[in-house]
Each structure stands twice: as C-alpha cells, then as structure tokens.
Nanobody, 111 residues
Framework: QVQIVESGGGLVQSGGSLTLSCKAS????????AYWYRRAPGNQRELVAF???????TYADSVKGRFIISRNNIQNTVSLQMNLLKPEDTAIYYC?????WGQGTQVTVSA
C-alpha cells in the first residue's frame, strides 16, 4: 500500500552536486517527519537529515552546510540536495517516512 521510491543517485566527482528525490505513494506525507539515511558497505546506517511536518530541519555534522533537505507536500516528495560532495558521501541513500522505507539509491563520489 505504502511505497517509497528514491531516485536521483549516480556517479559524481568530488566537489560536485546531486539531488535525490523521494516519492511517496499510499501515504500523505504532510504530517510526518521525513528522514534521509545512508549506508555504505561495512558501515552502520547513518542518519543524514530529517525534516519535520512544520519544515524544521536537522543535519548530521558530516553533511551540515553541504546538504539541504526539503519537502513538497503537494507533490508528496522529499528531496536531498547534496553539494560539495566528498568520497566519504558514497553510500546507498534511503528515505524513510513513518517507518516506511524505500529501496535506496546509490550515490558514488569519485576522488
């Protein structure tokens, strides 16, 4: 019933930018906090950023000042704008809303 689909991942060089999108269906996201997580092989899952229903945002220290999370409740989407990307940002990025998770989208940053 609920489906979360991330998109926008890809291969980018260090210093580049990429914007991820999270499209939700089967759920109206406006009242929920939305989260972006990431996981690299051999690493634990890391909370990257979240945005509340009132548009408050919180970022991990590792991405603060570089990433911007936003939401569009009309489109039922959440975005993650990633700037000044670093190789350590390489991971599968996941969107989570009300404990519903997407399949992830791969972000690879080359040195």
């Amino acid at each position: 019933q609920v489906q979360i689909v991330e998109s926008g991942g890809g291969l980018v060089q260090s210093g580049g930018s990429l914007t991820l999108s999270c499209k939700a269906s089967g759920i109206i996201i406006s009242g929920y906090t939305a989260y972006w997580y990431r996981r690299a092989p051999g690493n634990q899952r890391e909370l990257v950023a979240f945005i509340t229903g009132s548009y408050g945002t919180t970022y991990a220290d590792s991405v603060k000042g570089r990433f911007i999370i936003s939401r569009n409740n009309i489109q039922n989407t959440v975005s993650l704008q990633m700037n000044l990307l670093k190789p350590e940002d390489t991971a599968i990025y996941y969107c989570a809303i009300d404990d519903n998770w997407g399949q992830g989208t791969q972000v690879t940053v080359s040195a």
